[in-house]
């Protein structure tokens, strides 16, 4: 689980919330634009989401 997010996060790890890749999943699950995402959203989002990010999480790493 932990290596999908590190995947996810490549090239942002100390900002995720400017990988584009974690943009694009939040504004199609969110509905807010990419281009809005910030510091707090970011993390207001994965506060409000957390079960279903690691459910997510969980899922892709079984895929991968």
């Known amino acids: 689980m932990l ?3 590190w ?3 490549r090239g942002y ?3 995720p919330w ?3 890749y974690l943009r694009w999943r ?3 699950y969110w509905g807010i634009p990419a281009a809005q ?3 707090r ?3 207001r989002f994965v506060r ?3 079960g279903e990010l690691l459910r997510y999480l969980r899922w892709a790493a079984a895929m991968g």
């Open 7 to 9: 995947r996810l996060t």
């Open 18 to 20: 400017n990988s584009p």
């Open 48 to 50: 409000e989401h957390w």
């Open 3 to 5: 290596r999908v997010w």
């Open 41 to 43: 959203a970011f993390w």
């Open 13 to 15: 790890r100390l900002q």
């Open 26 to 28: 939040i504004e199609t």
């Open 37 to 39: 995402i910030t510091f």
